[in-house]
């Protein structure tokens, strides 16, 4: 947010040209290119990698980043272990199924003591600090049927509040939170929150179709057309200021610790 590419808790050290940086789950690849664009070229030799399974990046892209198509929950082969000072997650929650496997993954690729993951995630659970969101709102019924559906198909979208208790269970130091709140529309005063709020009512008015058409028809039974006029009524709910909602970002942060700090056995 605000133009920043990562963490200010992920410092990479200064005694070498560039940082190895690990995209999963890369999507378009717009954070990769930037990142590469930031720590390539003039700014050293910065190396960035985005795994995704979707070939739907850009032909045309900086010639220290590179593209791959990968199940990032399957085998990471042709990567070396601990080569990576940077691992990235962006927005997976939903399409994962065991959050520990993929955490010890990221563990035994990030370079011992230096290495840090950066997993950033929405909660789309709305919430207001207003009264209450009406239990039967379109708003509230959408999130309850899409959590059920992803639930039963072992991939959840529902924000796993166990994420803390499971990086410290696969061993990793310096954990670290940060919660930012995105209205859901420009209700906010501040001048700041409104266009913060603008842009997540575009892309989040834009993505509900395609976040829900597949759980619902594919886990429930319902048609695109049942799932077209619950998208139109939620649309309105989010778009809605008398509903003053938001979403809560997370950002976690952590650094996979070295031989001689507390470790855990692989």
Known sequence: MGGVLHSRNTKFTKNYDGPRILDLGTGTGIWAID????????????????????????????DNLQFWQRDIESPWFGLETESWDMIHIRML??????????????????????????????DFTPRTDFGEIPHDSALATWMRLLFDATHRNRRPLAYNAETRTMLQNQGFL?????VIQIPLNPWPDDPREKDVARWYNLALTQGLEAMTLGPLCRMSGWTKDDV???????????????????????????????????????
């Open 35 to 62: 990142m590469a664009d930031k720590y390539g070229s003039n700014n050293g030799t910065g190396e960035v990698l985005g795994l995704d399974l979707a070939k739907i990046q850009p032909a045309t892209i900086p």
């Open 174 to 178: 310096d954990i670290q939170e940060e």
């Open 93 to 122: 929650s939903g399409g994962i199924v065991s959050w520990p496997a993929l955490y010890q993954k990221v563990w035994r690729y990030l370079k011992p003591q230096v290495g840090r993951f950066e997993q950033v995630d929405i």
């Open 228 to 266: 077209t006029r619950l998208i139109t009524e939620v649309r309105r709910d989010v778009c809605s200021r008398k509903i003053r909602a938001y979403n809560n970002l997370h950002i976690w942060t952590a650094r996979r610790p070295g031989a001689s700090e507390v470790t855990i056995p692989l």
